[in-house]
T-cell receptor, first 112, second 114 residues
Framework: TQLLEQSPQFLSIQEGENLTVYCNSSSVFSSLQWYRQEPGEGPVLLVTVVTGGEVKKLKRLTFQFGDARKDSSLHITAAQPGDTGLYLCAGDPGAGSYQLTFGKGTKLSVIP | DSGVTQTPKHLITATGQRVTLRCSPRSGDLSVYWYQQSLDQGLQFLIQYYNGEERAKGNILERFSAQQFPDLHSELNLSSLELGDSALYFC?????????????FGPGTRLTVL
């Protein structure tokens, strides 16, 4: 079973600060997805990274896929209260696998 | 709004009972996935259906079963409920067969077993 470890588990920061959360595995994934989930709602897809070393930007969010496709990071610049939520990474093992492996998430609170 | 609908939003029942959760995928999506989310286990994949056929099984208990109907909606049946089954249950859908494709999640059903 492929596992994804996310860190930190909890993060509480002040509005305007920068932060990075991590998603690590000992396994290789063909792609990796990041989702954000707000309380009482389902996860919403933010981005998919496919190529080792790939960097994608979504406004103030920067996503990077590790060169070996085993890890990923999410960096948020100048965090805002609207960024509050649970950030989940999910890996696609590829090779005909039909299921994503999810990390347990990083719960981010941005304090105004 | 992801386009995936789930009913009911909340469900409260007693141990030993049986419940059915319903999911309608996005228009055009053929794959439906069911997940269980609890505080300690995170989001756990249960089962996937593609165009009416079971395609992948994850950590689904034998007390749980699912099916996908010709109109592509899906139902997750949970029986002989235990306290530990209390969780959020999500349905997701995607266009194709491969689970790695982008999945769109519904709002979830919060199940409370008393």
């Amino acid at each position: 079973t492929q596992l994804l470890e996310q860190s930190p588990q909890f993060l509480s920061i002040q509005e305007g600060e920068n932060l990075t959360v991590y998603c690590n595995s000992s396994s290789v994934f063909s792609s990796l997805q990041w989702y954000r989930q707000e309380p009482g709602e389902g996860p919403v897809l933010l981005v998919t990274v496919v190529t080792g070393g790939e960097v994608k930007k979504l406004k103030r969010l920067t996503f990077q896929f590790g060169d070996a496709r085993k890890d990923s990071s999410l960096h948020i610049t100048a965090a805002q209260p609207g960024d509050t939520g649970l950030y989940l990474c999910a890996g696609d093992p590829g090779a005909g696998s039909y299921q994503l492996t999810f990390g347990k998430g990083t719960k981010l609170s941005v304090i105004p | 709004d992801s386009g995936v609908t789930q009913t009911p939003k909340h469900l409260i029942t007693a141990t030993g009972q049986r419940v059915t959760l319903r999911c309608s995928p996005r228009s055009g999506d053929l794959s439906v996935y069911w997940y269980q989310q609890s505080l300690d286990q995170g989001l756990q994949f249960l089962i996937q259906y593609y165009n009416g056929e079971e395609r992948a099984k994850g950590n689904i208990l034998e007390r749980f079963s699912a099916q996908q109907f010709p109109d592509l909606h899906s139902e997750l049946n949970l029986s002989s409920l235990e306290l530990g089954d209390s969780a959020l249950y999500f349905c997701a859908s995607s266009v194709g067969l491969a689970g790695g494709r982008e999945q769109f999640f519904g709002p979830g059903t919060r199940l409370t077993v008393l």
